[in-house]
């Protein structure tokens, strides 16, 4: 099932075995397309072996028809800082705050948001 072929897929990213990973995320992900919860696992191993464009992009995916969660526009709003992806960190964050006002994550939002070079920085 899809949650066994998400499982390889993950212990594959711990190992550093990325495209075996993405391999098996694919299978995964053409067998149960709405399994949020398995990507952004996935998407944090992803963070965490510094694969910050494939983690931008599975937490995106993760995101997708989900708009209310506040920690995964937070996560998109990490890895888009990393990337130097200001305006999109902006954006995730300025969601996170909007979605749970008083939630954990918009809290951590707004202090990320105070950190952020102003807005006709991010385009230098």
């Keep these: 099932n899809e949650k066994y072929i998400y499982g390889l897929a993950r212990c594959h990213a711990l190992n550093g075995e990325i495209e075996k990973a993405r391999e098996f995320l694919h299978k995964a992900i053409m067998m149960e397309p709405n399994s949020s919860e398995e990507l952004l696992k996935i998407g944090d191993i992803m963070y965490e072996k ?68 102003e807005e006709n920085d991010s385009k230098k």
């Design 50 to 117: 510094k694969e910050y464009e494939r983690a931008y992009a599975i937490y995106s995916k993760a995101l997708y028809g989900k708009k209310d969660w506040d920690h995964v526009h937070y996560k998109i709003g990490v890895a888009s800082v990393t990337l130097k992806k200001f305006d999109e960190a902006r954006l995730h964050f300025q969601m996170s705050t909007e979605v749970k006002p008083d939630g954990e994550y918009a809290q951590k939002s707004r202090d990320e948001l105070a950190k952020l070079p």
